[in-house]
Every structure is written in structure tokens, then in C-alpha cells.
């Protein structure tokens, strides 16, 4: 029943005028501010914390990244749309040259991403415009909302794996075909991750990306979509590639590099406040925590 509906209203978007969708997501956006109590007050008490933003500030902001996500919920709907020819007036690149630049040097590209305007766009308008890209599922609480993501990933020409046990293996043969590699930079890395100041807080960190730069000496690529200030299409930002430095300490290097790619990521949020989830649960792993139990094995 959830696919046909999701399916459906797809079809609908999808056969809807673009400026139309943006309208229709704009009321949705604001609907959602409305009834997403929960999520508008974490949002605004975190980016008040994090960026010192006054109550009206922080209001406004937030008001601001619940349209943004309204429409970016309509334009996921209307990915069945997308393809070569459109995708160049929805979705503009900055230096798409560095991409390439890094392609040519057949290594692979770890591509860092963030959970940024509508990121799902991101992935269409880079394998849209001819990038080799594979990227790792998010896993959704429903398994149907999952598999139909998928599918819109893969029709717009994706390679995509599903979190598990074959997933180091999928990106790995993905890297050694020297294709980019979308990892997201903003997730809460868990009791495996590497704890760097994210936003004036100690936060968890991912090291897939360390990993696969320092295996395959893969350039490392920060690049974010953000959504014009008209509200009508995206703008790509590709930052010049860092690398992965081996000093023969591994500890020490992966951390590094996971807090260049982390300051990457705040440097976007900054000059976009209004474009990214304030509201995720950024700073689930208690770094105290981490911490306390880490000087107590050390001690035994």
C-alpha cells in the first residue's frame, strides 16, 4: 500500500510544472513547521547553541530550512523527471573540472557530502552529468521508504549498496574501477567513530573516509549543494581535493583527516545555516562517556 502511494505520487510530481512543485513544497515546508513541534524546537535550541543565534534568529532560520525541506521532499518526487538534458537548468556546478581532474588520476574519488539541502539531488545531477557515482544506502526506519529511494537513486544512474556486510567490499570494487565514492560526512560515527569539534561540541565522526582515501590514495573531495536563493533549483559547490598524509601513525592520520573533512563541513553550515538538519541527531555518542570508558580500560 506505502509503495503504491509513494509510487503515485511520484507520477503526479514528476508530471507537475517544476515552478509549481516549488510552490506546492514551500506550503508544505510551512505546514510542516507547524505541526513538527519536536523537531522546530530541538532545531532552533541546537543552532542557538552552536552559533550563538538569538531566539528571533534562530526562528526565522529554522523557518527558513523547514520550506527548503518541503520543496526538497516534492523534488525528490519528482526525480523520475530528471535526466541529461533538464538536470542542466535545475542543477549548476561551480568547478565541475576539479571532478574530473581527480578521475583522471584513476585512484577513485572519495566524495564528501553532507546533509545539506536536498542532497538526494546531488547524486541525480552528478551521475545525470556523466559521474561515475556509487554510494552507500542511509537505511530508513521503513523498509518500503528504503527500497522506493533506492530505485529513484538507481533510475537517475546510481550504483548503490545496501548497508551490511558486503558494503566495504561494494565501495571498495567501486574505488578500484576509479569511481567516486559519496560517503556523508555528518553522521554520528557511533562507538567506532573518531570524536572531533564539530559546531563547539566533541562529535563522533565516521572513518569510512580515511579508510578508503588511505587504501586506495584516493583524492578526498568536499562537495555541497546548497539551493538558490530564489528558491528555484541548486548550485553545486566542489572544494580543491585534500589527501590522505601517512605518517605511519594511523591514529593520528585518520583523525586528521576526519577533522579536515569535518571543518569542511562546518565552513558550508556556517555560510548556509538555513540549508542544513538542524534537527538530526548530530551528537548521539556521549563523548564523556567514550572517554570515561576508555580511561578505565587503559588503567586495567
Known sequence: ???????????????????????????????????????????????????????????????RLFVNLGISVMEMLYMPALNKDNIRGLVTFDHPEILWEALQQKKGVVMLACHIDNWEWLGAALALN????????????????????NELRRSVGQEIFARGS?????????????????????????????????????ASTPTGPAYFARKFKAPCI????????????????????????DTGDRKTDDYNLTLKMTQSVERIIKAYPDNW????????????????????????
Open 1 to 63: 500500500m506505502l509503495y503504491a502511494l509513494l509510487k503515485t505520487l511520484s507520477w503526479v510530481a514528476s508530471h507537475t510544472p517544476y515552478k509549481l512543485l516549488v510552490k506546492i513544497g514551500t506550503g508544505l515546508g510551512h505546514l510542516y513547521w507547524h505541526i513538527a513541534k519536536k523537531q522546530r524546537i530541538r532545531a532552533e535550541e541546537t543552532i542557538r547553541e552552536c552559533l550563538g543565534y538569538s531566539k528571533f534568529e534562530a526562528n526565522r532560520t529554522i523557518k
Open 130 to 149: 556523466g559521474f561515475p557515482l556509487s554510494a552507500v544506502e542511509k537505511p530508513q526506519p521503513n523498509r518500503v521508504y528504503s527500497d522506493f529511494m
Open 166 to 202: 558486503s558494503e566495504i567490499l561494494g565501495c571498495a570494487r567501486a574505488m578500484k574501477k576509479g569511481r567516486m565514492l559519496g560517503l556523508i560526512a555528518d553522521q554520528d560515527g557511533g562507538y567506532d567513530g573518531v570524536f572531533v569539534p564539530f559546531l563547539g561540541k566533541m
Open 222 to 245: 568536499p562537495i555541497y549543494i546548497v539551493r538558490k536563493p530564489d528558491g528555484y533549483g541548486h548550485q553545486v559547490i566542489v572544494e580543491e581535493p585534500f589527501y590522505y598524509e
Open 277 to 300: 538538519l538542524w534537527f538530526q541527531h548530530r551528537w548521539n555518542t556521549p563523548y564523556e562517556e567514550v572517554k570515561a570508558k576508555e580511561q578505565d580500560g587503559s588503567e586495567k
